[in-house]
């Protein structure tokens, strides 16, 4: 991040403009405060007081800190996924709620039927793109809201794009993806699932985050004997 876009941020952030409002009202006060000479200073240390105060008690932005990588059972993936759904109610843009509705709906397509077997006993292959998904959507939500809303919904980052712009762009291709898998699974098109494994292992290969690493060559040749 350059240092004209830490600006931006910080320009931005709830702690700057909460505190810069609380200022303001000391301005106000000292303004219509009949002071003068040793006053003023007063006034004005009062006003940058009042400042720090507002930039030390107003919280910052805060991510979701929803950690689904590790879940294993159907019920406890959809209730977390609601969860978050739900923990990002007023906090993100129309678009970016819808986007990640889109995005849990297709991710709950791939989750088996309540009395099915257990998550372990799930295809490797499906295992990887599902719990891809279940680590990055929680990542990237983690990552956009802890910058503040208003930068990420103006400022340009990447392309000509805004965070905004580029989180969505995410979503729709982990929500395509999804849902593809889910139309692979109940056809049983075992090639189609390993294309949108590779697909994901290298369109995440460089994220900050680790997802599990299955040997798609190996699944291959046990998918063709599997499929004969």
């Known amino acids: ?21 609380l200022a303001l ?28 105060v507002g930039y030390l008690l107003i919280p910052g932005e805060r991510g979701v800190k929803f950690t689904l990588m590790d879940a294993r059972d159907t019920q406890q993936i959809r209730q977390g996924l609601s969860d978050l759904v739900y923990s990002l109610r007023f906090r993100v843009s129309n678009d970016v709620m ?34 891809t998904a279940l ?15 208003m930068y990420a919904e103006r400022v340009v980052v990447q392309d000509g794009k ?12 982990i929500d395509q993806k999804m849902r593809e898998t889910a139309e692979a699974m109940y056809h049983y098109d075992a090639s189609r699932l390993l294309s949108n494994a590779r ?10 985050f680790k997802v599990p690493v299955v040997d798609l060559i190996g699944e291959t040749q046990s998918d063709k004997v599997s499929t004969r």
Do not use: W
């Open 98 to 131: 819808a986007a990640v509705e889109d995005c849990v709906r297709s991710i709950n397509l791939t989750l088996p039927p309540e009395g099915a077997p257990g998550m372990t006993a799930i295809d490797p292959t499906v295992m990887l793109i599902r719990q």
């Open 199 to 208: 697909f994901l292992q290298e369109r995440f290969a460089d994220s900050n």
């Open 162 to 173: 805004t965070a905004r712009d580029v989180l969505i762009e995410q979503l729709k291709m």
């Open 25 to 52: 009202a000391g301005v106000a006060l000292v303004a219509f405060t009949p002071i003068g000479g040793l006053g003023a200073l007063v006034g004005i240390a009062a006003i940058a007081a009042l400042y720090a």
């Open 1 to 21: 991040m350059t240092g004209p876009q830490r600006i931006q941020q910080f320009l931005y952030s709830r702690k700057n403009i909460g505190a810069s409002l």
């Open 135 to 149: 680590h990055y959507v929680p990542q990237a939500l983690d990552a956009y809201l802890a910058i503040p809303r």
